[in-house]
């Protein structure tokens, strides 16, 4: 063979060794991936709000427009209604107190508690009669509310030792319905003179309550209300808490005093 033959045949010899090789180089073998769904699983968050505990959304007992609020207008056989403060006790005078409304004109509205009508500081709770309601960790509130005028609706809660406590959260003036809804972890907390509906004599804020055993909870905005009329005042609809029920002895209902 010639030096020229050979530079001619010398590259096809080796295109052919490197075809004849290629199949195995596919053939090596690849690593893994992990399963994409396995790793997005991993990835979501988790959903760590507790159960619906309580939750009201009233009835219109007797079936007119407004009227002072009873117990009648509870629709949870479960609870109890309570009302506080010098004028906050409705059925006692037809032009004080907390009220029960719903108007279908001008717009729809949904059926809630009123305070136009206090002419003193009040209140309203709910009391389930069998349990207590456990506040701590991830426990929230939600309700459906509209305020006007300066007023600013704050949660209260009763703890199982007869302490009053009125929160720091507050909802302030709104041009419509709006839910609110909150963790009680970012609420703190000042004793409450329930007789009075005011803030208590010592001023004192209260750091780490025990939220173990709430008696009840319910909402106040520390002011008269200046009537019918487009003044101040605060509405409250349908109440809704998520924590956890802890059984009253023996499950059986108790009725607590004011």
């Not at 002072?68 to 010098?86: H, R, S």
């Not at 701590?136 to 600013?152: E, M, N, P, Q, T």
């Not at 963790?183 to 509906?197: C, T």
């Amino acid at each position: 063979m010639t030096k020229l033959q050979f530079m001619i045949v010398a590259p096809l010899l080796a295109g052919s060794v490197a075809f004849a090789q290629a199949p195995q180089a596919k053939e090596a073998p690849q690593a893994k991936e992990a399963p994409k769904e396995k790793v997005n699983a991993r990835a979501l968050p988790q959903n760590n709000k507790p159960a619906l505990v309580l939750s009201e959304q009233w009835q219109q007992i007797p079936a007119d427009v407004e009227h002072p609020v009873t117990q009648a207008a509870i629709t949870n056989p479960n609870l109890e209604l309570k009302l506080y403060g010098p004028d906050g006790v409705g059925g006692t005078n037809p032009d004080h107190g907390v009220w029960i409304v719903w108007h279908e004109q001008p717009q729809t509205e949904p059926l809630h508690l009123w305070t136009g009508l206090c002419k003193s500081n009040c209140a309203a709770a709910l009391r389930d009669k069998y349990n207590y309601l456990d506040l701590r960790d991830s426990a929230a509130i939600r309700w459906d509310v509209k305020i006007v005028g300066f007023h600013l609706l704050r949660p209260i809660i009763k703890l199982a030792d007869g302490t009053w406590l009125v929160g720091d959260h507050t909802d302030g003036i709104a041009n419509d319905w709006h839910q609110s809804e909150f963790s009680i972890a970012d609420v703190r907390w000042r004793k409450l003179d329930i007789a009075k509906v005011v803030e208590a004599a010592d001023g004192k804020w209260i750091e780490n309550p025990d939220l173990s055993r709430v008696d009840e909870i319910g909402f106040t905005d520390l002011m008269a209300g200046s009537g019918h009329g487009p003044g101040g005042w605060s509405d409250v609809g349908r109440i809704e808490v998520f924590g956890k029920a802890t059984p009253r002895t023996a499950n059986t209902p108790q009725t607590s005093s004011k």
